[in-house]
């Protein structure tokens, strides 16, 4: 799947979350910023550390939630 390898998995960070690249940013904090009406920009403009392929990822990543697939393990 594109951009999955992005999202990481991991009991140490947040809670075992499923987070971008390891660093401490839960794909629902992501998709929360997209929901209250960021654009990609706005985000990439505030967060500096987050690319956006991470975005995307991000997006990926709650499709196949809501598309009733199971993921134990992205990348």
């Known amino acids: 799947m594109q951009y999955l390898e992005r999202i990481t998995i991991d009991p140490a960070i947040c809670h075992g979350k499923p987070c971008v690249r390891g660093m401490r940013w839960p794909v629902e904090v992501v998709i929360d910023m997209l929901g209250s009406g960021m654009s ?25 939630l809501v598309s009733g697939r199971l993921i134990n393990e992205a990348a």
């Open 40 to 64: 990609i920009t706005d985000i990439l403009a505030d967060h500096l550390e987050l690319e956006r392929e991470d975005i995307f990822a991000c997006l990926n990543y709650a499709k196949l």
